[in-house]
């Protein structure tokens, strides 16, 4: 059904506070099934395609905990191929939640705007969250997500998801 998310294909920034999640660095739903993704050799910098599904969801973590009292952002890099369906009355969401019992922090996603080719980061602005200075778990568990609508849907591709530290 799907394919496990690779730590392989995560990689994180020291210094900037920076996590980048290639697509298979994510745990997408239905990934492993060819006839709903084409998803990228690994080691690559190419997107999963989603071909036709009525159920999407991505959903990732970070490997290691986000600092304390910090604000972040969380954003996906996608683009649509020319022959995009489903999208049109049908909004995607996003959410960010950190910790496994945090409260999720959510954005709607018109992905009926994104035009053609054109690579752009969803949502204009970023989910931006901070790292309670109380919080116990401090690890993020976010996702993009589109199953509520029942329709089948196409054409979107992901190139990655981004987790940065916002800077005072």
Known sequence: MSEAADPGEVDYEEDTGRWRFKPRGLHITWSSDEGYWTMPEKGTDDPAELLKVCWLEINGSTPKPLSKGERYALSF??????????????????????????????????????????????????????????????????GFYELWSGGWKGGLRIHEAVVEKIPD
Do not use: C
């Open 77 to 142: 890099k996608i683009s649509m191929t020319e022959d995009k369906f489903g999208w049109q009355t049908t909004p995607a969401f996003m959410m960010a939640k950190v910790g496994k019992k945090g409260i999720a922090k959510w954005t709607r996603v018109n992905l009926a705007d994104v035009q053609g080719d054109n690579e752009m980061e969803v949502p204009f602005g970023k989910l931006r969250f901070e790292v309670s200075k109380n919080a116990q778990d401090t690890t993020l568990y976010f």
